[in-house]
């Protein structure tokens, strides 16, 4: 069956460093990989999206890579501030509108 | 704008009670979706709506009801409710029904069933 994985212990890092999250994937073929922010009782908040033919996407600080080879990818945030301190989760659609969610990592910045 | 806004923020239900989560954007968008989230699962799919007057299911629909009352606002009814139910549902709505919409996400009902 279909499976996304997203490191469910937290990570915490020291502020102003680069936090890297993973999703991996397995028995899937995602054309179309999204990233949401998700803050404690709040509902998800779109990041970015990368397709399948797109090995980077960037946005301010944030930038994601989409590995198909590997079925992996990494979500990075440069100069981490604890304002970034959130969960994270990855979305991933074959190609039709009904994305399958991961269960999301949690990121803690130290100041 | 207000977004996606959902009603109630928290409910608690006995079981076989019945009850409507409220769901209402004013972002113009055609889909609207809803989900639930429970710990250690992703999201997961119940009722989604292309566009007013449609609704079809998603992954797990068993045990509810939808209605896309307008184009702003979309229910879910659980009918009977089941200590299984018991979950935080999220609505969300999106531009079109296309995979590179994002999605706008509510706040949040946090439900349990005794």
């Known amino acids: 069956s279909q499976k996304i994985e997203q490191n469910s212990e937290a990570l915490n890092i020291q502020e102003g460093k680069t936090a890297t999250l993973t999703c991996n994937y397995t028995n899937y073929s995602p054309a179309y990989l999204q990233w949401y922010r998700q803050d404690p009782g709040r509902g998800p908040v779109f990041l970015l999206l990368i397709r399948e033919n797109e090995k980077e996407k960037r946005k301010e600080r944030l930038k994601v890579t989409f590995d198909t080879t590997l079925k992996q990818s990494l979500f990075h945030i440069t100069a981490s501030q604890p304002a970034d301190s959130a969960t994270y989760l990855c979305a991933l659609s074959s190609g039709t509108y009904k994305y399958i969610f991961g269960t999301g990592t949690r990121l803690k910045v130290l100041a | 704008n207000a977004g996606v806004t959902q009603t109630p923020k928290f409910q608690v239900l006995k079981t076989g009670q019945s009850m409507t989560l409220q769901c209402a954007q004013d972002?113009?968008?055609?889909?609207m979706y809803w989900y639930r989230q429970d710990p250690g699962m992703g999201l997961r799919l119940i009722y989604y709506?292309?566009?007013?007057?449609?609704?079809d299911k998603g992954e797990v629909p068993n045990g509810y009801n939808v209605s896309r009352l307008n184009k702003r606002e979309f229910s879910l009814r659980l009918e009977s409710a089941a200590p299984s139910q018991t979950s935080v549902y999220f609505c969300?709505?999106?531009?079109?029904?296309?995979?590179?919409?994002?999605?706008?996400f509510g706040p949040g009902t946090r439900l349990t069933v005794l």
């Open positions: 972002m113009n968008h055609n889909s």
């Open positions: 709506s292309a566009s007013e007057g449609t609704t």
């Open positions: 969300a709505s999106g531009k079109d029904l296309i995979v590179y919409n994002e999605q706008f």
